[in-house]
């Protein structure tokens, strides 16, 4: 049976089955809609956690970024692992002691301002369409490759998806249709990657694989022949780095502040019905996730060394397939430009002549190994389950902030319960939309978009999250001053060294980066400064009220806290 086909009867059957979980779990309020009803088990809670953790970023583009940037590219498992253990431990159970449900309530009531609860509406949602623009564009590349139709035809299908079981069920929805979505996405991610060690090394387990001698009888080490075609080739070594020590280190801390402030991973503690569900589904969050997390660097050598060995040096005429598949989507080009009729895959750009896109690496992978067509159909399904998952957390957001913080809690404070349902639903509908649009648009690849995201959000909610929860000092003007300093910051930061704003180009622009630091690692340095404006301006202006930092000792004991939240 073709790829084509068991892709659309592997893919067709997971939509079925997201519908389905749809139709059964619909919200009939807005708690349904909001926080699940707040009875979601912690076992559950910690495989949806996981599958909305575990992104098109995690799922399609991290190994990708791993096998092309080698020692580089592990700045995205390590940002994003640390960030997850820093909000399991050091955010979640205190939120949740809190007892509301999304970020901007919290920061409205600790900071007792509504300019403080708006502000963080804004940083939600530009935080948030950042981010779902990477998880459309992943599955508008799915899409494309395995359903044979333009990347834009991908997202509009991904976009009637997500808009039929987000606004339908809202979180309790979203919930079970995102445990289904983790059972799919690890099936479908450690299936080839076993597959391709045991093919490689001879080791069941991919980790054990990853440090493991090839199964060629050479008594090679994987990476040492990786590190050996890299060079031959003209590249650093693979176990190598060339990124600056400082600009590693900031878009590493970036990455793993951001996690800890990214709002649509918050909210699913507030499903569960106590504060030790909360610590129970954190755990087992992170097993969940661990298990691709870990997997993530094999799957990215596993890749690097078959691609090379495929491709370099090979006639232009005995081409593997995959590669002709993936050129008709536009995501590889091949340009013979010493007309040797061969590929000259090499590290001098002038030379090079084999050029792909890092999203497809994870894809491409089990095509690259020449395994059966089936496992190749589970990739793509699992890549959709991933990017779906996601994009629906933060469509969630996006429509809680508007429905809930900006119009009962700011604007409309007398709408009903059946009306602020209404216009959550309406909010929904517009951000799939918004989201859509951005899918088709990208200002870059699917990790690279999410990295901007996660800077965003460090940059502004972090700070005031972690002040909030710690600090009784810090007043309404200085969480303000702060979001906005650092939000602004690193929007400027991203706009001059990203797209080259008052440059004549991003090349032109590059020599005056500050430190050094790239775009995507200026999120940890605004969110340096935006403590400290928020510090200063507090020590300048009066203390909270005493109700206030009565409740500041009260959720700094993370337990005790039964009842499920409060609505309203």
């Not at 779990?25 to 559950?44: E, I, M, Q, W």
């Not at 910690?46 to 592990?74: H, V, Y």
């Not at 504060?275 to 755990?283: E, F, I, P």
């Amino acid at each position: 049976m073709s790829i084509e086909l068991l892709t659309y009867l592997l893919v067709g059957a997971t939509f079925l089955l997201y519908i389905g979980i749809a139709i059964w779990s619909r919200a009939s309020s807005t708690k349904d809609f909001y926080v699940a009803g707040g009875g979601v088990s912690p076992l559950a809670n910690g495989m949806a956690t996981a599958a909305d953790w575990m992104s098109a970023a995690s799922f399609i583009s991290m190994a990708g970024l791993i096998s092309a940037g080698g020692r580089d590219g592990s700045k995205f498992l390590m940002g994003w692992t640390g960030g997850y253990v820093l909000l399991a431990l050091l955010l979640a159970p205190y939120l949740r002691k809190f007892g509301k449900f999304t970020v901007p309530d919290f920061i409205g009531d600790r900071y007792e301002s509504s300019i403080a609860r708006v502000v963080a509406v804004i940083c939600a949602i530009f935080v948030s369409f950042t981010y779902v623009a990477g998880q459309m564009r992943g599955v508008g590349v799915v899409f494309s490759r395995f359903l044979d139709i333009p990347i834009e035809y991908g997202v509009v299908v991904g976009m009637i998806i997500v808009f039929f079981y987000a606004v339908l069920g809202g979180m309790k929805g979203i919930t079970y249709t995102q445990v289904a979505q983790y059972c799919i996405l690890i099936f479908a991610f450690m299936v080839p990657a076993i597959y391709i060690s045991i093919l490689m090394t001879g080791q069941v387990l991919p980790q054990i694989g990853f440090g493991s001698t090839l199964n060629d009888g050479s008594g090679t080490y994987l990476l040492d022949k990786l590190d050996g075609l890299h060079q031959e080739l003209g590249f650093a070594a693979y176990t190598a780095g060339t990124m600056s020590t400082q600009d590693l280190f900031c878009v590493t801390a970036a990455l793993m502040f951001g996690t800890a402030g990214l709002p649509h991973v918050i909210v699913r503690f507030f499903t569960v019905p106590k504060v030790r569900d909360a610590r129970l589904s954190a755990g087992y969050a992170l097993v969940f996730i661990a298990i691709l997390y870990t997997t993530a660097p094999a799957v990215a050598a596993f890749a690097r060394t078959n691609l090379i060995q495929s491709v370099s040096g090979v006639e232009l005429t005995e081409l593997p397939g995959w590669v002709k598949s993936w050129a008709s989507t536009g995501l590889i080009s091949i340009e013979d430009k010493n007309g040797d009729g061969k590929v000259d895959f090499l590290a001098d750009p002038a030379a090079n002549e084999l050029i792909f896109d890092k999203d497809i690496i994870t894809l491409a992978n089990p095509e690259i190994a020449e395994l059966p067509n089936w496992v190749v159909a589970l990739v793509a399904a699992g890549g959709l389950a991933a990017a779906l998952s996601t994009a629906a957390g933060l469509l969630l957001v996006i429509s809680t902030s508007v429905s809930h913080d900006l119009l009962k809690r700011t604007f409309m404070p007398e709408i009903t319960d059946r009306q602020e349902l209404m216009y959550a639903r309406m909010a929904a509908a517009v951000a799939v939309l918004v989201a859509g649009y951005f899918g088709i648009n990208p200002p870059d690849y699917v990790a690279a978009v999410v990295a901007l995201a996660f800077g965003l959000a460090a940059a502004s909610f972090f700070p005031a999250i972690f002040l909030g929860i710690f600090t009784k000092r810090i007043n309404t003007a200085g969480a303000v001053s702060g979001m906005v300093f650092g939000l602004l910051a690193t929007i400027a930061y991203i706009l001059v060294f990203k797209f080259g704003v008052g440059f004549e180009s991003v090349e032109a622009a590059t020599p005056y980066r500050f430190w050094g630091i790239s775009p995507e690692g200026f999120g940890f340095v605004a969110m340096i400064l935006n403590m400290l404006v928020a510090v200063v301006v507090s020590r300048f202006t009066p203390p909270p009220s005493p109700g206030v930092q009565a409740m500041v000792e009260h959720i700094r004991v993370p337990k005790g806290a039964s009842a499920p939240a409060d609505i309203h």
